[in-house]
């Protein structure tokens, strides 16, 4: 336990020496920090380096991970939430739907807890470091780029894909 607590206190003050060492406009010392860093230290690192490591402003990712926790129903099933998050990006990349985050997560009729007003909830580590872990299987090709829908109902909008954590995942 107090190893833990170590690598935490550890990771906060790289975090905050890493921001002040940064110049303005240039985010080099969260780079720096990013890919010195452990992957347990990365986990724990503030928001704003998560953000920056997928490219994205700390609103999208807050956001994100939002809409993910409210979406995996707060389970602790990492898989699901890597694979919602993965799904997110696909939709981002593919012109069939909005070109950002906030609009693919906005789009009318596409996600009810954003609808509902759901995703309300606090982002969490998991779903925060699913974003992370999204963004890597993508890139490395272990999450297929097709995957478009999910839902919790069963499969009915493409080709079915699996069932993780709770949701039915689809391609297109």
């Avoid at 779903?127 to 780029?145: M, N, Y």
């Avoid at 949701?167 to 297109?172: D, L």
Wanted: charged content about 15%.
């Amino acid at each position: 336990m107090r190893g833990i607590l170590m690598v935490k206190i550890f990771t906060i003050v790289l975090a905050m020496v890493m921001l002040t060492s940064s110049n303005a406009g240039n985010n080099r010392g969260m780079d720096i920090a990013w890919f010195n860093a452990t992957e347990e230290q990365r986990f724990n690192m503030p928001m704003e380096y998560k953000a920056h490591a997928v490219g994205l402003t700390v609103e999208e990712f807050e956001f994100m991970a939002r809409v993910i926790e409210a979406e995996s129903d707060r389970s602790n099933d990492i898989e699901g939430r890597i694979y919602i998050a993965a799904t997110i990006f696909n939709r981002m990349y593919d012109s069939r739907f909005p070109d950002t985050i906030t609009g693919v997560l906005t789009e009318s009729g596409q996600f009810a807890t954003v609808s509902g007003g759901w995703c309300s909830l606090q982002s969490t580590d998991l779903s925060e470091w699913a974003i992370i872990e999204a963004q890597r299987q993508l890139v490395a090709g272990t999450i297929p780029s097709d995957i478009l829908f999910f839902n919790c109902i069963g499969y009915n909008n493409g080709t079915p894909f699996g069932y993780i954590g709770g949701n039915y995942f689809m391609q297109a």
